[in-house]
């Protein structure tokens, strides 16, 4: 079975510097994608970045960017130039290849709680 | 306009009652899915539906029921609610055969607390 790993329950980053968060996981399959999703206090799960394990190039997304190792089973979101609206929890999902039934299975990590000082 | 959608935002209810939480999804989406986040903030998947089928049921106890009218909505029906409930439950959905199709869409959550 998959599974998802956060071992960072909390991290802290001030203002404007970077930050990374870490992801592992462990799968059997070849074809699948991974997620990052923030989760603020407003509870409201939100899309950050999402990377194809068939593309090599790690993907981007403004301040967001991905460390994409595939033979490591490591996926680390980089969050540069902090903003205090980058406080919140953020999980790390795991999506499936396509089942015989047509739909895909998600697994998510425990999060990590972001705090981001002023 | 809001995507995916969750009623009510906050319940609280007592112990042995039954209770429902609505989801409606406004994208054309042919899956939904139900998730419980604990105290801990650990997300597991409950249910996952698509057209109208249950696809997924992750060891979920038979006192909770997905329940899908339409393509649309998956309300989440709970019975004999107990202590151990008590969560954050949000409803997303997804598109299939698409090249979004992995993309899930979360709603806002509803915080369910047993007494």
């Known amino acids: 079975a998959q599974t998802v790993t956060q071992s960072q329950p909390e991290m802290s980053v001030q203002e404007a510097e970077t930050v990374t968060l870490s992801c592992t996981y462990d799968t059997s399959e070849s074809d699948y994608y991974l997620f990052w999703y923030k989760q603020p206090p407003s509870r409201q799960m939100i899309l950050v970045i999402r990377?194809?394990?068939?593309?090599?190039q790690n993907a981007t997304e403004n301040r967001f960017s991905v460390n994409f190792q595939k033979a490591a089973k490591s996926f680390s979101l980089k969050i540069s130039d902090s903003q205090l609206g980058d406080a919140a929890m953020y999980f790390c999902?795991?999506?499936?290849?396509?089942?015989?039934?047509?739909?895909?299975?998600?697994?998510f990590g425990t999060g990590t709680r972001l705090k981001v000082l002023a | 306009d809001t995507a995916v959608s969750q009623t009510p935002k906050y319940l609280v209810t007592q112990m042995g009652n039954d209770k429902s939480i609505k989801c409606e999804q406004n994208?054309?989406?042919?899956?939904m899915y139900w998730y419980k986040q604990d105290s801990k903030k650990f997300l597991k998947i409950m249910f996952s539906y698509n057209n109208k089928e249950l696809i997924i049921n992750e060891t979920v106890p038979n006192r909770f029921s997905p329940k899908s009218p339409d393509k649309a909505h998956l309300n989440l029906h709970i019975n004999s609610l107990e202590l151990g409930d008590s969560a954050v439950y949000f409803c997303a959905s997804s598109p299939i055969g698409s090249l979004a199709g992995d993309t899930q869409y979360f709603g806002p959550g509803t915080r369910l607390t047993v007494l």
């Open positions: 994208l054309g989406h042919d899956t």
């Open positions: 999902a795991y999506r499936s290849a396509l089942s015989t039934s047509g739909t895909y299975k998600y697994i």
């Open positions: 990377q194809e394990a068939y593309k090599q």
